[in-house]
């Protein structure tokens, strides 16, 4: 499982006009190739009118998977340029389309290409980018002895307090970096003079704005 990675916070979609033009952008976060045609699909049938309506996207881990669409503008005009953008902000397991309505004045190759860089860039902006990473879910069991000292400490702490139950023993639920689980058990051990029974309950992650 990677560790932490950018990617968009979910669907959106913006609108700019180039010269007469209209180029409306859609974005969304997928997982899998075939989410993202669906994605594209379900735009196209939304747009049956459009001039144009180009794609890209970037999925998977180590970026394994990247297609481009000019749909019928100039090769490398359109596609190509957009997942650049992509590439540029490095993001991950995300879709774009870019539906043209043109406008009756051609923009020429470099036009284009400036176009729907702007196109997929706005739209990428109204999706908003998050960084996720990758945390554990600490879990530590103490005596209620403890408890006053150690809720203090956590909740002046960079480490996110989850929860807190209250049964036979204290349990306290808080969220650790990946990378900061050794150096959190380390510190949670000297706080309670080794104490605390300290246990790795499960891994997700956790998004943070990007802007």
Known sequence: MRNNYITVKGYGESEIIIS?????????????EEEAILFIDKIKKMHTS??????????????????????????GTAGVPMLEVLKK??????????????????????????A?????????????????????????EIDYVWLGKLENEIRGSHYPLHDIQYAENVEIY??????????????ITELTNGQAAIKNEDALFIEFSKE
């Open 116 to 140: 729907y860089s702007k196109a997929t860039t706005e739209g990428i902006a109204a999706a908003q980018v998050v960084e996720r990473k990758l945390h554990y879910l600490m879990k530590i």
């Open 20 to 32: 007469k033009s209209r180029f409306l952008t859609y974005v969304e976060r997928v997982e899998t």
């Open 174 to 187: 808080v969220h650790v970096l990946k990378e900061e689980e050794q150096t959190f058990i380390d510190w």
């Open 50 to 75: 459009a001039t144009h309506n180009c794609s890209c996207y970037m999925i998977g881990e180590h970026d394994q998977i990247q297609k481009a669409n000019d749909d019928g503008e100039p090769s």
């Open 89 to 114: 902000q490095g993001l991950k397991d995300t879709v774009v389309v870019v539906t043209r309505y043109f406008g009756g004045i051609k923009l020429g190759g470099g036009g284009l290409i400036r």
